[in-house]
């Protein structure tokens, strides 16, 4: 038994389709993200976690360009630890992978023996590598089974939330996490398919979803089921509330001095992400208070402008880019 199946348990076979991790996939924003984060993790010593470790792209380019680094990446995709540990095999012990969710970063950094870190990123939402398995059923251009699950040893799949939930939560959840204006229409017309034949792939969604959304709307507004689909794989794996606990969680677990990046690629995550930076970059010293004591002073010093957008060549190169919006911060105190 190898040491990925002793941590991780069964990972998945590759497909006959898979090409190597590194031909697949294009780091989104990597240059920028190195620079950011190199004044933290070129230390001799530095540890740093990739918190969305995927199919390992931006974790390579750091453990080659600054080589007392320790990497600690963590996903919960069983598959991208397979994809990202035949990628990363040659840096050794430099290398850590763990098997988890993002909000579990101290807890990672404590059980490898670290009492602290030096750089965190987070790569947020879906992954290329999870978008491009047709049968993990991420993508709406693709027909196969409603599944959506970034962990696969989790239970919850989008087919039990598309046949199970009630049309009230079916609503909630397109309009909160999807911010689909049409959450109404569709959650009706998935219920009585539902009561016809239960769904079993993302094709039927699909086809009821187009049948929903009116055309004009269709017309204009992208793909009519990118906003239910979004909002289904949010449901499915948590996400939000997950990062919700898990920037927060990053920031405790810097050393000072220490550097946070963050990649959003939409207004809900990214709404998370500067809420939680401005935060603690903000004086939390009551209004009209003479003195700012030292518990007041902010923990934080955001080190980027807004959220930084992806250059127009970048885009041209990875068109999955396109939406990403990056946020950094350095830990003052």
Partial sequence: ????????????????????????????????????????????????VDGTLGMGGHSEFMLERFPDLTMIG???????HRLAGE????????????????????????????????GVLLDLGVSSMQLDERERGFAYSYDAPLDMRMDSTESLTA?????????????????TYGEEKFAGKIASAIVRQREQKPFETTGELVKVIQKAVPIG???????????????????????????????????????????IVA???????????????????TSSAPKGFPVELEEHKPSLKII????EPPTEAEIAENSRAASAKLRAAEKIK
Avoid: W
């Fill in 217 to 259: 709307a269709q017309r204009k507004g992208g793909h009519p089921a990118k906003r239910t689909f979004q909002a289904l794989r949010i449901e499915v794996n948590h996400e939000l509330d997950a990062l919700e606990r898990a920037v927060p969680n990053a920031i405790d677990t810097l050393n000072v001095g220490g550097r």
């Fill in 87 to 118: 990628r990363l095999a040659r840096f050794g012990d430099r290398f850590k992978p763990v098997h988890a969710v993002y909000d579990e970063i101290p807890e990672a950094v404590a059980d490898l023996g670290f009492s602290g870190i030096d």
């Fill in 74 to 80: 963590i996903d919960r995709d069983l598959m991208a």
């Fill in 159 to 175: 087919q039990t939330v598309v046949n199970e939930y009630e049309e009230a939560e079916l609503r909630r959840i397109m309009r």
């Fill in 263 to 281: 990649m959003s690629y939409h207004s809900l995550e990214d709404k998370i992400v500067k809420r939680v930076l401005t935060e603690r970059a």
């Fill in 304 to 307: 980027t402008r807004g959220a």
């Fill in 1 to 48: 038994m190898d040491k990925n199946t002793e941590m991780f348990g069964a990972i998945p076979e590759p497909l006959a389709s898979e090409k190597a991790a590194k031909d697949r996939h294009v780091p989104v924003m990597l240059d920028r993200c190195l620079e950011l984060l190199a004044p933290a993790i070129s230390r001799p010593g530095a540890v740093v």
